[in-house]
């Protein structure tokens, strides 16, 4: 049975339900370029219909909900990968700056200054009683452990300048926990009912994004629409409203390490859990990378200084007693010239026996033929390969952290280009939509019209 | 496909970045003309580079080590060139005392004694800071009459005389040249051996310090010829060639001279007898080791000659062997600009292109066509 007024229902319906359409298109376009925003849509379905004869008569139509086009997998994944493009990132910038310390190719770094030194002894070994000789030998061998000085400094403060850094980090993950909280108790208060959280899951999923990318993670959401996060080997960090901290605490080597901060306010280390994100970075680049390069430098001035103290106590200085030490220190930090060397260069042992002073050159010879012999890697390598090891090294470090960085960077391109290939706005769909939309609530309003005159009709018929 | 128009800046934006890298990359490439700005641009080629450059700062100093070791063997060459004139001139003197008539002596023995003289000189050759023919002992003129003192211990004055002596006054002076004290016969610091023909020492000990001496010495009114006697050592002075290898290279004044100086000063005191035979018959003694100290002096000057001919041929090898690594360093560190450039070219226009898509693909949309 058709009847008038329930068309002019229908007619609403359809102006309504279209209206809210436009709305949400206008919502859409505005948010064409919201970083992380999912473009929504407005499932619409008929209305219930109701029964008549000949059979059922459709009842207009009906928004059911406001949805936002989304793939699960593809966030998913997008976390996942985030981790490990903090973390090959982190690693790359840190690890491009412990590359400077190494950087050998203007022909200045502790390699060059190494083959000066031992250029000087060959020089003063054509001139063993030589001032000038020796004067520039003293100041090749300052210079020299001046490089190790500085190299063995720079290293120190690029792990000083990575605690801040990490501390920095830490400060982010609390805070991004907090928002998450804070946003899973909206989310859950908004959905308790039969409503979509859209664009607060869109703010939710942008967070934890960012968090990825500063920690490696787990999520999983439970059946109110609330995620928990749990970092470090299971330690929750989001659970529902409620969010835990992380916190900073110096470890051994009087460098930070990551803690997870439990219900009793104790700090639990778990540095040692912390496998992706840039915190991850950071802490193998400041625990792993740099302390090896020291420690090999280290062995290094260590053994030089040692090797080189040798050959000079056998021999014998300008005032014909036997060579003192020559270099004070055993570690790339503290290796120096010995004072007394520094101040008198006459004290330098050129001669091999107290009788040959002044003519005889057989230390300082002996001197220069350190640079060939086995001296570091337990006597397989000498100091120059020893050092060049190193630098190659450190260089293939940086050039393995740049690939990754750079692999993970166009996976994340692509994998966010799937992302916008579902969930981005496009303009051009937005506007046939909104004419779509338009013609219809047109019609509505026609149908509207044509009811009006069709009741004018009625009435006009029992006048 | 789904495409949005964030898609599209997107991927663009993406691109221009990477092309912006790569043109900035290349355009330090082609600025620098340096294949390897940081260790990371190539591990292997770093350490490479590394090594060359170390083993051209060791070849530059093995040239300049070489360039030593020659000039002292061509001082060498040219002071015992002179020596060997020297001797010569002296075996024609003791064959013209043998022969000539006795007046000429006295002339003669001048000439000896001019002689001696220069070869004192001659064996007291310096290189710019150190004696040619010490030894070891550099500092000291190997063929002066000098002491040294230090620490309270008595030094050895040591000094050669041409025939027994019976008056033999030394004199000694300090750095500064005053006369600190002369010691003659008897008095109270008898010479050990004092007066013996050949070399004679005698300890002496004064304040510390440097000290010179001269040395006169006659018998029954005629006066003993004194001569300089070795004051170096025996010590060796090596010169480093190459990675662990070293010449010595001989600076033993004693060796090289031998007995020279005695047997020059025999010729003198032979020529200032005062009996004509018995003085004919020393001078005449004299030639045969004057002859044998040329043939000596000979085989050390062959010896230097072949040195030089080694150092000469270790310099070759070093300007080929620097040629090699030269190159193989700029193999390694440097661009080949003719590829740089053209790659620089490439990525130039990659980026125009995509600057030019950008422009044509970003402007359309919908709305550009509604009404």
Known sequence: MANIIGLLDIGKSALLTHQQ???????????????????????????????????Q???????????????????????TEKQAFGRWEA?????????????????????GSMTEFWNAWQDLSNAPAGHTERVSLVSKAQFLAGAFNKSAADLNQQQVDLDAVVKGGVDDVNRLATEIADLNQKIGE???????????????????SQLAELIDINTFENGQGRLSISVGNGRPLVDSGQAWHLGTTPNADGHLGVTWIDANNTANDISASVKG??????????????????????EMAGELAAAVNTVHAAGFDLYATAGQMFFSGSTAADIGVDPLVAVDPNRIAAAATAAGVPGDNSTAVAMAELQHASAMGGGTTNFDDFYRSIVSDVGSQVRSAADFSEHQSVMLTSLGNYRESVSGVSLDEEMLNLIKFQHAFDAAAKLVTTVDEMMQTVLDMTR | MRVTSNMMTGGIAENLYRQAEQLLKSQKTVATGK???????????????????????????????????????????????????????AVNIAAEASTGPLDTRPILAQEVQNLRLQLVQLANSKTVDAYLYAGHQTDTAPYSHHLEIAGGAPGAITFGLAAVATDVSIEIHDATGALVQTLTQGDGVTPGSG?????????????????????????????VVAYETYTGDSGDIRLILGDRTSIVINADGGETFGDLFERLAQLQQALQDPDPVAGTAAAAAT?????????????????????????????????????NVEDMLEKTEKVDMATAIVALQKFESDYQTTLATAARVLQPSLIDFLR
């Open chain 2, 35 to 89: 294949r390897i700005l940081r260790p990371s641009d190539d591990p292997a080629g770093m350490g490479k580079m590394l090594a060359y450059r170390r083993s051209l700062a060791n070849i530059e100093q093995y040239q300049e080590n070489v360039a030593r070791g020659k000039m002292r063997l061509e001082l060498n060459e040219t002071v015992l060139d002179d020596v060997s004139g020297l001797i010569n001139s």
């Open chain 1, 91 to 111: 690693q790359k910038n840190a690890l491009e700056r412990v590359e400077i310390t190494f950087d050998e190719s203007g022909g200045y770094g502790l390699s």
């Open chain 1, 21 to 55: 359409s436009l709305n949400v298109t206008g919502h859409n376009i505005a948010n064409v370029n919201t970083p992380g925003y999912t473009r929504q849509r407005v499932n619409l379905a008929a209305n219930s219909p109701l029964d008549s004869s000949p059979g």
């Open chain 1, 277 to 298: 994100g840039r915190l991850k970075g950071w802490l193998d680049v400041r625990d792993g990378a740099i302390p090896d390069y020291r420690t090999r430098l280290d």
């Open chain 1, 57 to 79: 008569m459709g009842d207009g139509v009906v928004a059911v909900d406001i949805q936002r086009v989304y793939d699960r997998y593809i966030g998913g994944r997008i976390t």
């Open chain 2, 287 to 323: 030639v045969n080791p004057l002859n044998m100290a040329a043939d000596r002096l000979e085989r050390v000057r062959a010896e230097g000659a072949v040195t030089f001919k080694h150092l000469e041929l270790t310099e070759d090898r070093y300007a080929g062997l620097k040629l």
């Open chain 1, 190 to 208: 908004v959905e308790t009912g039969i409503q979509n959280a859209n664009d607060l899951r869109d703010r939710r999923d942008a967070l934890v």
């Open chain 2, 195 to 223: 007066g013996s023909a050949g070399t004679n020492s005698i300890a002496w000990s004064g304040p510390d310090g440097d000290y010179s001496y001269t040395v006169a010495a006659g018998s029954a009114g005629t006066p």
